[in-house]
């Protein structure tokens, strides 16, 4: 996983030799097997299905090889002997099979999709499920495009291979063998003389096949690379036409873009190439076959029919050999989109509920870190015997520079990561003996990002309580000052955010954000930099909203906007994850410290 | 009355919307042109293949009729030659065909994906800010690949299917016209069946199309925003939202499927029962003398030979359906006007002095209410105009107007008294450096990032931006210098980092002018001094435009505009503005004044010292 996503690193410079060779190689040869294991449990769900299809499928080969054989008994039995009756009967007994055939075949196809997209549905569910309880250190270290193809174009990639690709796969080696033991069955020696280019076939197939799964891999791994470059160009758009640089990147994308052409012409030419060597094989069958056939009847030891029959036989042995040869290249890719799914899905969940893991009852709000040690990495760590005691109801501003792991505390109280050494207690509990559910809708966090969903502004707002009525939404709107901005607006509460907030600004989408919080009614609310992306003349409005949202919640504010801080019950300032100094505005601005001299340098103002 | 005229206007939608989908057909058979030398290979290769795979039914019907008949070992021997050959001639063309029609397909969907990305870059922001980013992704990747398929696995397969079934009756009615005539019972009765599974395929596909994006967004945006998420414990609401997609989008597959699923077997016994009939009336013939049972052999032989097209009929149809709607989806894109081009004859805008007029301008996106009204401001080369105002003024889109992102719906803005949109909007945008709100950052090294502007700037160059961007030092503590990666998958930056890396970016291309956006302030205190040192570095000497929000910004600058809804209510300096108590001076006390003091304190501890031994200290 990790791997993988550092490939495409060096894309720009070193893409040919780094990550379009490198970005799917990493695909370890036994994936067959590993993907045929994970993938059991998924078909094992659904086995009535698959077992009814599979024997649909049996009973459709045996109709459909029926076929020609009937049709040779007509020609030799009847219409060699003049026996119109015969004739006759054959005729129906034929449009009974032909009419089984075709419902066989439409209750196998279907009983097939049917598994197919449920075991689809489930694994993009698990899949999906997976992630949300993954913790963020994860979503730290991934890129959600790269997450996101997984669950997109890979699923899709299965799915045309569970829909048609595989069905037909299976159907055409059950109608293999139906072929060969049919072809048996009318004649040893001429069915065995027939299979004798069979190791030749085999022995030209393997060698191809090498050839084909490498040059398919590389396909595979330019795409992804093309459709890289598209998703950033395209998100970077703005920045491309006010650098006026639409030239170079059209340049730029133009070679990807034709590495990816000439990658997928080499693959299809080394795919085509099989179609000739079934094709020869099958005519040396044929030849052998007429050649023998025919010495055998001129001789009277075989009938016309018979020969007539096999030929239609061997014409039909190989038809599922080229739909094999040519549904190959789909097996390949849906191994690999497996195999990249069942990643994911293994992914270690590292932050789980303790079996028995209590629900955290209603909680006052009081807030400690006792001794706590944490660094994302554990070698590296950002807080180092940390304490700190929040009583309920109280507002502790924490400031320092970046890096100083301010954020860091943030998280840990909501339990996004968890601590190496010491606790984190709320009221008492130790956050990791609650459930997490229990604990964080308990707690409120502010982001510097508001990040908003797509959808109307009530529902967004809503988000923080899912069973609030419209005036309660309103209410909250009003209490932080932005009911009369979204009255405003033409659609008003039923206004729709489109993709990231971007038809509102900064200010506006963290003020929703903050209604959004206030709504849900934590005891204990974070503010992570929640002020620092509104502008300055927005300041006046959060000021107030801010009063309203920390009254009566013991609040961790993480702000540089002296506002916010000064009227702090405890302002902590944090240095190289400890605290250094600690005390009201006031008390710090007398012992004329850092906090005095961060003020002096300006703190961003207001 | 009514359904009468309604039943018309259905008929005549259902008739036009038949020959809108006919012309996408005919565009996307016209990306063929340029490839028309493959697209023939391929063509004769496939009549050609077909063609000798035709022959060899009649090769054996002939050793049958002939050879085992007179059991001539030569004539046997001879055929089993002749089978060989052909077979291999048509194993060559079945390789020509192969290789040629997916050459094709991807030279297509190459000049698809080149078309749709330089189309992409000309279009205005107009454009998108409407547009979702997965949106045009889909295009981009789904689309194409639908349209990629389709030139193979449709087109040509069905091209196929259409030659072999001509010849196949040409060939049927030498052997035996009355069989023939029998045969071709079965056309009409496969034509309507696939026309009828088509039509209803393709509100079930557009369904699929359009309910898999949706998921998309889903997706999209749960994964993007888990740390709301996870803030709020709304993982379960999250994961009931995508199953109720996911459902949906499972439910409408499986309508498909299940059409596919009948449809496709009922064409096989379409196909097979004529065969049945064949054998049967031939049979009758054939006992009556009235047909050698070398030819029964040979028609049953040729009719098992359409088995292939009409099994793949389905598929074709599917693929039919998809390349239509990756088809429109695609058109659409490409005929979407940029609302903003050059004029004709533009010229190139050249040395520029900086002089930069609005003149009445004003502004609205798409049909919207005006946000800018009769805005006039004259900057002189070389001045700081400052545009303050509360949230949703207007200040942004004003920087907005000057690089021609958007158009002004009346007035017009001039630069050394040419008009904006006289001139190449290449010209125009290298001479107005932007630094915005978002910085964006692209997956590439620190040093490609910079110079993203420049193609051919050199290691001085950026360096020297970088420090006059404040961000040398920052730089070169890198553990890869300037060759770090950073963006998404690399070095993550913080906001004021970003916005250096904006000001170096923009600094490079030495515009003339500056267009800043500084009103936001998501940046720590550390990087505050320094940026506010970046700006003063990079404005002096160039006519600059900024929403500011720094008061030492607004003190320096040439001439402050309060702006409040879309319109300037106020226009002076620092000095002249605040003793007239309006606007300017109101905003001044609620968010400037402490500044002031604070500048004063400044100065008077000389807090960078200070602030530097405190972290030394710290440090050790």
Redo the contacts between chains.
């Keep these: 996983m990790k791997q993988s996503s550092y490939t495409i690193h060096g894309r720009r410079n070193r893409w040919r030799e780094n990550s379009l060779e490198g970005a799917d190689e990493n695909v370890s040869k036994k994936f067959d097997w590993y993907v045929i294991k994970k993938f059991g449990p998924y078909v094992g769900r659904y086995k009535g299905w698959t077992l009814v299809s599979v024997a649909l499928m049996l009973l459709y080969t045996v109709l459909n090889l029926a076929n020609p054989f009937l049709i040779g008994v007509a020609i030799d039995q009847f219409i060699g002997h003049n026996d119109l009756r015969g004739l006759a009967i054959t005729g129906i007994v034929l449009i009974i099979v032909n009419v089984l055939m075709w419902q066989a075949q439409y209750w196998q196809v279907w009983s097939m999709s049917w598994a197919g997209q449920q075991i689809l549905y489930n694994l993009s569910s698990d899949m999906f499920t997976h992630l949300q309880s993954l913790s963020l250190s994860f979503y730290d270290r991934t890129q959600i495009g790269r997450v996101m193809s997984r669950l997109q174009s890979d699923i899709d990639v299965l799915e045309s291979m569970l829909s048609s690709g595989l069905l037909s796969m299976l159907g055409s080696l059950v109608s293999l063998v139906g072929i060969i033991i049919a072809m048996l069955a009318m004649n040893v020696t001429l069915a065995l003389l027939s299979f004798t280019v069979l190791p030749i076939m085999f022995v030209i197939a393997a060698f191809w096949q090498r050839f084909a799964q490498r040059s398919f891999r590389r396909t595979r791994a330019a795409i992804s690379v093309v459709n890289a470059t598209l998703q950033e160009n395209i998100t970077g758009m703005r920045v491309i036409q006010s650098l006026a640089r639409e030239e170079r990147n059209r340049d730029e994308f133009d070679e990807l873009n034709a590495y990816n052409r000439d990658t997928n012409l080499e693959a299809s030419r080394i795919a085509a190439l099989i179609l000739p060597l079934v094709e020869v094989v099958a005519a040396m069958a044929i030849a052998i076959t007429v050649l023998y056939g025919g010495v055998l009847v001129s001789q009277g030891s075989l009938k016309v029919g018979v020969l007539v029959a096999f030929t239609l036989y061997i014409n039909r042995f190989f038809d599922p050999i080229r739909e094999i040869s040519q549904q190959y290249s789909q097996l390949q890719r849906a191994g690999v989109a497996a195999e990249r799914i069942f990643q994911i899905l293994e992914t270690p969940v590292e932050i789980k509920d303790k079996p028995g893991a209590e629900e955290l009852p209603q909680i006052h709000g009081e807030v400690e870190f006792r001794d706590v040690t944490f660094g994302y990495n554990r070698d590296l760590p950002v807080l180092r015997d940390f304490n700190l005691h929040m009583k309920a109801g109280q507002t502790v501003a924490i400031v320092g520079p970046t890096g100083a792991g301010k954020s860091t505390i943030a998280g840990l109280l909501a339990r996004f990561y968890d601590i190496q050494q010491g606790s984190v207690l709320v009221d008492g509990h130790d956050v990791r003996d609650v459930t997490q559910h229990s604990l964080r809708s308990q707690i409120g966090v502010v982001l510097q990002e508001p990040f908003l969903f797509t959808g109307t502004i009530r529902d967004n707002i809503r988000y923080g309580r899912l069973e609030a009525a419209d005036e309660e939404v309103a209410e909250a709107a009003r209490a932080v000052g932005v009911h009369d901005l979204i009255t405003q607006l033409p659609e008003g509460y039923d206004t729709l955010i489109r993709e990231r907030g971007r038809n509102l600004s900064v200010g506006q989408r963290q003020l929703i954000s903050f209604a959004r919080a206030l709504l849900a009614d934590p005891r204990i609310l974070i503010l992570d930099e929640a002020t620092a992306n509104i502008d300055t003349f927005t300041e006046l409005l959060v000021q107030q909203a801010l009063k309203r949202l920390l009254h009566g919640r013991t609040a961790l504010v993480i702000a540089h906007r002296l506002s916010t801080i000064k009227g702090a019950d405890n302002i902590v300032v944090l240095q190289g994850g400890r605290i250094v100094e600690q005390g009201t505005h006031a008390e710090l601005l007398q012992r004329n410290g850092i906090y005095a001299s961060l003020y002096a340098m300006g703190f961003r103002h207001t | 009355m009514i359904s009468p005229k309604r039943e018309t206007s259905k008929v005549l939608m259902a008739l036009d919307s038949w020959k809108a989908n006919l012309l996408i057909f005919i565009r996307i058979i016209g990306l063929l042109r340029p490839h028309w030398v493959p697209t023939l290979g391929a063509v004769i290769s496939m009549v050609l293949s077909t063609g000798f795979a035709l022959i ?1 039914p009649w090769l ?1 019907a002939w ?2 009729d002939t ?2 008949r007179h ?1 001539q ?1 030569s004539s ?2 001879l ?3 002749a ?2 050959v ?3 001639l ?3 063309c ?2 020509g ?3 040629l029609s ?2 094709v397909s ?2 297509v ?2 000049d698809l ?2 078309r749709l ?2 189309h ?3 279009l205005s ?1 107009s454009f ?2 409407e547009a ?3 949106q ?2 889909s295009r ?2 789904v689309d194409i690949e639908a349209v990629r398929n389709f030139i193979p696995l449709g087109l040509l397969r069905g091209l196929v299917a259409l030659v072999t079934f001509s010849a196949v009756t040409v060939i049927l009615f030498r052997l035996d016209w009355h069989l023939a005539m029998v045969t071709l019972i079965c056309l009409p009765i496969l034509v309507l069946l696939s026309v009828q599974v088509g039509r209803r395929l393709r509100p079930i596909w557009s369904g699929v199309q359009n309910e ?1 994006g949706a998921l ?2 889903v ?17 379960d ?3 009931a939202k ?2 109720a997609k ?2 949906e989008v ?1 439910e409408l ?2 309508g498909a ?2 059409l ?3 449809n ?3 064409m ?2 379409v196909l ?2 004529v ?3 064949i ?2 009336i031939g ?2 013939a ?2 009556g003398h009235q047909l050698s ?1 070398g030819v ?2 040979a028609v ?2 040729y009719i ?1 030979l359409l088995g ?1 097209p009409v099994r793949s009929f389905g ?1 074709m149809v599917t693929w039919f359906m998809r390349g239509l709607s990756g088809g429109i989806r695609i058109f659409g894109v490409l005929d979407t006007q940029p609302t903003i081009t050059d004029a004709p004859g533009a010229k190139a805008l050249k040395h520029v002095k900086g002089h930069v007029r609005f003149e009445n301008v004003s502004f609205a996106y798409g049909n919207g209410r005006e946000v800018l009204q009769d805005i006039t401001i004259d900057a002189q080369p070389g001045q700081i105009i400052a545009i ?5 003024s207007g200040k942004s889109t004003i920087l907005h107007l000057l ?1 021609r ?1 958007y158009e002004a719906t009346s007035g017009r803005v001039t630069i050394d008294g040419q008009d904006i949109r006289k001139v190449t ?2 010209s125009l ?2 001479n107005v450096g ?1 630094v ?2 978002d910085v ?1 950052l ?3 090294t620190l040093r ?1 990032n910079i110079a ?2 420049v ?1 051919s700037a050199t290691d001085e160059q950026i360096i020297a931006a970088a420090k006059v961007a404040r961000l040398h030092d920052f730089a070169i503590g890198l553990p890869d210098g300037y060759d770090t ?1 950073v963006g ?3 070095v993550t930056l ?2 004021g980092q970003k916005q250096r890396v904006a000001i170096a ?1 923009t600094l490079l ?1 030495n515009p003339r002018i500056l267009v800043l956006d500084d ?11 320094l940026i506010q040192q970046a700006l003063d570095a990079v404005m002096r000497g160039r006519t600059t435009f900024v929403v500011a ?1 720094r ?1 030492r910004t607004i003190k320096n600058a040439d001439k402050i505009m309060v702006l409040e809804k879309g319109r300037i209510v106020e226009r002076g300096t620092h000095e002249t503005l605040l003793p007239q108590g309006g606007p300017y001076a109101q ?1 001044y006390d ?3 004044r ?2 002031e003091e ?2 004063a ?2 100065l ?2 000389s ?2 010292q ?2 530097n031994e ?2 030394r200290e ?2 050790r």
């Excluded at chain 2, 997706?219 to 993982?235: D, N, P, T, W």
């Excluded at chain 2, 303050?388 to 949703?392: E, V």
């Excluded at chain 2, 009103?519 to 001094?529: F, G, Q, R």
């Design positions: 060899v054996l050793v049958i050879g085992l059991g070992f046997l021997l055929a089993t030659g089978i060989l052909t077979s291999s048509r194993g060559l079945a390789y065909q192969g290789y997916q050459a991807n030279l969907a190459y994906r080149n990305y330089d992409l870059q000309t922001f998108h800010d979702e980013t997965g045009l992704m981009l990747t898999t998309g967004t997706m999209q945006e749960s994964l993007s925003g888990m740390r709301v998420v996870k803030a709020f414990a709304r993982e609401f999250e994961i995508y199953e996911n459902r499972r597959n499986m499927m299940r596919s699923a009948w496709q077997p009922l096989v016994l097979n029962v065969t049945v009939v054998v049967w049979g009758i054939v006992i049972l029964l052999v049953t032989q098992l292939t598929y303050l105002g509360a949230t949703g690089p992102f909007q290449t945008r290298r932007l915005l709100q964006f692209f997956n590439a490609d993203y502007g193609a990666w998404e998958r690399g913080s906001g970016r291309l009103s936001t302030s998501s940046v720590d205190m550390e990087t505050e001094y929000s008061l905003l609620l968010q400037l402490e500044q604070f500048e304190r400044m008077a501890s807090p960078e200070q602030w405190e972290k710290a440090v």
